[in-house]
């Protein structure tokens, strides 16, 4: 298992810079084991929550509401 900061950023740099629904990205990192939410407690409140800080951050951007894409390196 991989912690929500990274399975987001995992997701979304395989998504070559496609902007994905943040459903997506998590349906995309729960197929890919990267977040088990029956043994990470607040799993999906977490994965939120490191979206957010990574678009304040700039290493992800918010496109629009709910969606996002990995920043151009």
Do not use: C
């Not at 409140?45 to 951050?57: G, I, S, V, Y």
């Amino acid at each position: 298992m991989t912690e929500p900061r990274e399975a987001a950023l995992a997701v979304l740099r395989d998504a070559d810079g496609a902007e994905l629904h943040w459903t997506v990205v998590w349906d995309r990192a729960l197929q890919a084991a990267l977040i088990d939410p029956f043994t990470q407690p607040n799993a999906r409140d977490e994965f939120l929550h490191a979206l957010a800080t990574l678009a304040r951050e700039g290493t992800i951007e918010k496109t629009s509401t709910g969606t996002y894409r990995a920043a151009p390196i």
